[in-house]
């Protein structure tokens, strides 16, 4: 492992029952630089990013994350790491009964036990960075979705995570709502901060990745420099895809 690579993947195989979805992944994440996964629905994406989080099992091959090593044997191994690992989803799944700020601030005081008053200043920062500082008070159901979507980026982010998964977040949003979504996203990637992305905004992985990883059928297919890979994809498949795709 590089020193700079804060994850490295290693002939990673991972099956649902008798199907293999993930064969033979070798990849490594480098620090605070955007490592975006590209490839058309069903390649894989979702789960090699929920293996990366110890949310699903694999069987064959290792993880190395924080110099620690995961394989398919190691027993409650992410328990220590998960906490440093943010992710967010699709869904915001925010909860609805609380008001923003509540929903922001009740990992780090519960679950990290930081001291509130802390804890609400860096929740106020956030909100702010994000566009919603006048919204702390606001429930769920009374945001928009790309504002849902923004809390809960700030709901990873304050939890101070080394390396956060960002798995086509803008997807279930309005047109006119995914720019913003994508304006943060952008903000977060100036170098402080080691992110995975899936996305199917092209323009928008182009400008923020230093990497592409590109999966097709559970396999990868070509790994490049972010502007490398959009400039000359190598493999005729990742030419197709991204014609495809514009
Ligand atoms: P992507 O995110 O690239 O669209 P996924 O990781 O969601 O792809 O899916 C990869 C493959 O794994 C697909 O064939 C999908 O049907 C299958 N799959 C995903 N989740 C499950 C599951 N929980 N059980 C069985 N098969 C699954
Ligand atoms: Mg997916």
């Given at each position: 492992m590089v020193d700079n690579d804060l994850v490295k993947i290693s002939k990673l195989s991972k099956f649902y029952g008798k199907k293999q979805v993930l064969h033979n992944i070798n990849f490594s994440i480098p620090k605070n630089k955007v490592t975006v996964l590209l490839g058309p629905s069903g390649s894989g994406k979702s789960t090699l990013?929920?293996?990366?989080?110890?949310?699903?099992?694999?069987?064959?091959?290792?993880?190395?994350?924080?110099n620690q090593v995961i394989d398919?044997?190691?027993?409650?191994?992410?328990?220590?790491?998960?906490?440093?690992?943010?992710?967010?989803?699709?869904?915001?799944?925010?909860?609805?009964?609380?008001?923003?700020?509540?929903?922001?601030?009740?990992?780090?005081?519960?679950?990290?036990?930081?001291?509130?008053?802390?804890?609400?200043?860096?929740?106020?920062?956030?909100?702010?960075?994000?566009g919603l500082a006048e919204y702390e008070n606001a429930y769920p159901r009374n945001l928009s979705g790309g504002q849902k979507q923004r809390v809960a980026i700030v709901r990873a982010l304050i939890l101070r995570p080394s390396l956060i998964l960002f798995d086509e977040i803008t997807a279930s949003l309005d047109p006119e709502m995914v720019r913003g979504v994508l304006e943060i996203l952008k903000k977060l990637a100036d170098g402080k901060l080691t992110m995975v992305v899936v996305t199917h905004e092209m323009n928008f992985a182009q400008q923020i990745a230093d990497q592409v990883v590109f999966l097709e059928e559970g396999k990868i297919v070509e790994i490049g420099g972010g502007q490398d890979f959009f400039d000359q994809p190598k493999t005729l498949r990742a030419q197709q895809f991204l014609e495809s795709m514009s």
């Open positions: 990013i929920r293996t990366l989080n110890g949310l699903e099992p694999f069987q064959a091959g290792a993880i190395e994350v924080f398919s044997h190691t027993k409650n191994g992410w328990r220590d790491i998960r906490g440093k690992i943010g992710m967010v989803f699709q869904s915001y799944d925010l909860f609805p009964n609380m008001s923003v700020i509540k929903n922001v601030t009740l990992g780090p005081v519960k679950v990290q036990k930081r001291k509130v008053s802390e804890v609400l200043t860096a929740a106020r920062a956030l909100l702010k960075e994000v």
